[in-house]
């Protein structure tokens, strides 16, 4: 399955499909064809689901692609088709095979052998990996469209860490493309090249709800949702690209629901009703500034990923709004690894400035209604009991239109009791330079990439 | 005949304490210098016991998920745990401890937890780029500040040429107190960006390496500049240069066969101190000029918690400091026997 701008779905290996909720019937192209030549049927496509549903192979398709692996398929290379039955009603079925690679020939024979080869129905094949340092593709001969002018022999992808230095890089003319969110955007644009924006995430800010946690008291998370004026803090953490507040918790382009209408429940932005939420809910402000209850203070940490740019200053800008109403925000950045553990094991966070970017709802569910750890990731002990039901009714509605409007009373749920709120859409902002190309959910797509005048 | 380091190395040893091991080589007829490296080699192996342990401690000590940040937001807590059960990060910290231990013995460096592929493939992708940047700083490091220093040291010898001897200071302060980091990205400015005669980035061709190896090189070069100038001046000074220079031999005999040597033993022994200060720097620089190195994997398994990757490569780096120490300090002990009963 392909995406389209729209969020819709639209055909890839599989030029038809008939779907029911649980069972799915994909018709494959009977053209498709491998980088080695080899047809691509349905027994191709039966190989990659029996590698991933194999447990040692501990695939991540499971729970980001397929809900779990409690799913059998039957390949009919006669007949051209390839059925999937779940075991339960999933909505997202269709969208998310989008992002599951098919393996073909030797590939498929050798999952393995994918980690310095290709092996699949693309336009480029893989030449050589470095793994986290350097990948170059070259042009597949005979593939559909890679005659056409300014179609690059060579693709060459580098991994660049430091957004300057990819800067540089465009500068200097040794790459065509890079993402550069930051402050180097202004010296490239004058320099000519151009640029274009895409919501490829979200920002979002969680609280705790564990007992014993400041932040489980409703009244609290409602008054600092109050205090913050999350346009503000969006201008400040997406670098000045995405200066609108958030709306979606699931907001990469294109997205499968359209739930902005339920950003309508966030607490709206009021200092001083933040003050009263707070005052009547028996705080009272002390000598110092700082709100107390029962001799403890609304004193708690604010952290984030110190992988996130621009959440340091982000950070900042909220712990002062926090301080106005008088809540006292200590400010912790913690290193990426450490995040993931307390944002998803541990639990050790009372209010986390979170970016995501998941394009489906449904990628929140762990985190916001599943169990607790150690048998699941809903480390913050959310308990919505509305906002499970909507994700169940999503799960199992029989089309995408329902599925949505479950979606959206979902995050509804989330907002009004104020468990996570969305700040900033997230910005991928490609700057390119002597070439064209376009880009679906913030990537590239190959085909469309042109040079527009050889290198 | 003349008077050289050689001839001054031959004192009596009964002048100092007696060199280790002297007993056991008159009895059992054993070289002298058997014992010397021996003590040596069991320093090194107790180095990199304890760089292995210190590394394996602290890697398991920082805080964080590296499975998690693996397998991404999305991945059931079942598949976490699963894939922890695979890498046996769920058993003991003494029994992971032990594996480690097996591990590195037999030369298994384990797989990466985040490609999923042996640490020896990323290891030996990368490392060529490391050692010939490590290798040409050091080259550029030794040559620049020999010559220079010795240079420098005889045409300021005694208060001449005040104003190139207070220049020399300026310059040579200024090199060594500017971070290789800050240096690289001015580097990057100037001959990359201002004026394309150098790559931004990479290690696509030889110029690639120009730049970095000249962000590491200045400071360390500066610092030993100074240390070789001083040396110059006392070497100048002594009994032996005053014998060769009135004996009217060449000035470049006089300076490369009789002070030259003489001035080896503190530049190497601050050569040796420099090496730490080089590797270190290749992190930095690295990253800077995104080179695909053993540096900027380091960084990147550093921040994602790459077990696997973080240890070979700090085991790595840390050996070949220990061990190029080493020789250094044989080759002190070959060039200055003094040196040898010093540093024990």
């Known amino acids: ?415 009004e009791e104020a468990d996570m709120i969305p700040i900033a859409s997230w910005p991928t902002n490609w700057v390119v330079k002597n070439a064209v190309m376009d880009t679906l959910g913030g990537r590239p797509i190959a085909e469309s990439v042109r040079l527009l005048q050889p290198r | 005949m003349t008077t050289s380091t050689a001839e001054v190395g031959k004192r009596p040893a009964s002048a100092g304490r007696p060199e280790r091991g002297a007993h056991a080589a008159r009895g059992r007829k054993v070289p002298g210098w058997v014992p010397d490296l021996a003590w040596k080699l069991l320093r090194l192996v107790i180095s990199i016991w304890a760089v292995l342990t210190l590394t394996f401690l602290m890697i398991q000590f920082i805080p964080g998920d590296p499975v998690r940040l693996a397998l991404g937001p999305d991945a059931p807590a079942s598949l976490v745990e699963e894939r922890r059960h695979q890498l046996g990060l769920d058993q003991p910290l003494v029994a992971q401890y032990l594996d480690y231990w097996g591990r590195m013995l037999t030369g298994d460096f384990g797989d990466s937890l985040l490609s999923q592929q042996p640490v020896s493939l990323l290891v030996e992708a990368r490392i060529a780029n490391t050692a010939t940047i490590v290798a040409l700083s050091l080259l550029a490091i030794s040559v620049v500040s020999i010559l220079g220093g010795l240079l420098v040291g005889i045409a300021t010898h005694r208060g001449r040429r005040p104003l190139l001897g207070t220049g020399f200071t300026l310059a040579t302060g200024i090199a060594a107190a500017l971070p290789d980091f800050l240096v690289a990205v001015g580097l990057v400015f100037l001959f990359a960006v201002t004026f394309t005669i150098f790559p931004v980035a990479g290690a696509s061709s030889a110029a690639s390496f120009v730049l970095p190896t000249l962000a590491i090189t200045l400071g360390s070069a500066a610092t030993m500049m100074r240390v070789v100038r001083s040396s110059t001046a006392v070497v100048l000074d002594q009994d032996y240069m005053l014998v060769a220079r009135a004996k009217r031999l060449p000035s470049t005999r006089v300076y490369l066969r009789h002070g030259l040597p003489n001035l080896l033993t503190a530049a190497l022994t601050l050569g040796g101190l420099q090496l730490g200060t080089v590797v270190t720097g290749t992190i930095v620089v690295e990253n800077v000029f995104a080179i695909p190195g053993l540096g900027t994997a380091l960084v990147q398994a550093l921040t994602t918690r790459d077990y696997p990757v973080v240890q070979t490569i700090m085991v790595l780096l840390a050996s070949a400091v220990l061990v190029l120490n080493l020789l250094i300090d044989v080759a002190l002990g070959a060039l200055d026997p003094r040196s040898k009963r010093q540093r024990g």
């Open chain 1, 1 to 415: 399955m392909t995406r389209k701008e729209d969020g819709s779905v639209g055909p890839g290996l599989a030029t038809k499909w008939d779907f029911d909720g649980t069972k799915a019937v994909f018709t494959l192209d009977p053209n498709a064809t491998c980088s080695d030549g080899s047809k691509i049927t349905p027994s191709v496509i039966a190989k990659n689901f029996t590698w991933v549903k194999d447990p040692k192979n501990t695939s991540t398709v499971i729970g980001a692609v397929l809900p779990n692996r409690d799913f059998t398929f039957v390949a009919d290379d006669a007949a051209g088709t390839f059925t999937l039955t779940l075991d339960s009603p999933f909505s997202n079925l269709l969208p998310s095979l989008s992002f599951m690679h098919q393996a073909c020939g030797a590939g498929g024979e050798n999952p393995a052998g994918l980690t310095t080869t290709s092996s699949g129905s693309g336009p480029f094949v893989l030449k050589t990996a470095t793994p986290n340092s350097e990948y170059v593709m070259t042009k597949r001969p005979g593939f559909p469209g890679n005659d056409a002018p300014g179609v690059p022999d060579q693709v060459v992808m580098k991994i660049v860490d430091s957004e300057s230095t990819a800067a540089n890089l465009l500068l200097s003319g040794a790459i065509n493309a890079a993402v550069v969110n930051g402050q180097d955007r202004a010296r490239l644009t004058a320099a000519g090249a151009t640029e274009k924006t895409y919501v490829s995430g979200g920002v979002v800010i969680s609280f705790n709800h564990q007992e014993g946690r400041i932040t489980a008291d409703k009244a609290v998370r409602v008054a600092l949702t109050q205090a913050l004026e999350r346009g503000a803090v969006a201008k400040v953490v997406t670098q000045g690209l995405l200066p609108e507040a958030g709306t979606s918790v699931s907001a990469a382009q294109p997205q499968i629901c359209d739930d902005a209408s339920a950003a309508s429940a966030i607490p709206a932005f009021d200092a001083s009703a933040a003050e009263s939420t707070l005052t009547g809910d028996g705080w009272t402000k002390g000598g110092d500034g700082i709100m107390t209850k029962g001799g403890k203070q609304l004193a708690f940490q604010l952290g984030y990923s110190t992988a996130t740019p621009g959440a340091a200053a982000a950070a900042e800008l909220m712990a002062d709004a926090f301080g106005k109403i008088g809540a006292k925000a200590t400010i912790s950045p913690f290193a990426q690894a450490d995040y993931t553990q307390r944002v998803f094991t541990t639990g050790d966070y009372d209010v986390m400035l979170q970016q995501f970017s998941n394009p489906f709802p449904s990628t929140l569910i762990g985190l916001l209604a599943g169990p607790f750890p150690p048998d699941g990731t809903n480390a913050g002990h959310v308990a919505n009991k509305t906002y499970a039901d909507a994700v169940a009714a999503a799960r199992t509605a029989s089309t995408q239109d329902a599925a949505c409007q479950s979606w959206t009373a979902a995050s509804k749920a989330l907002f």
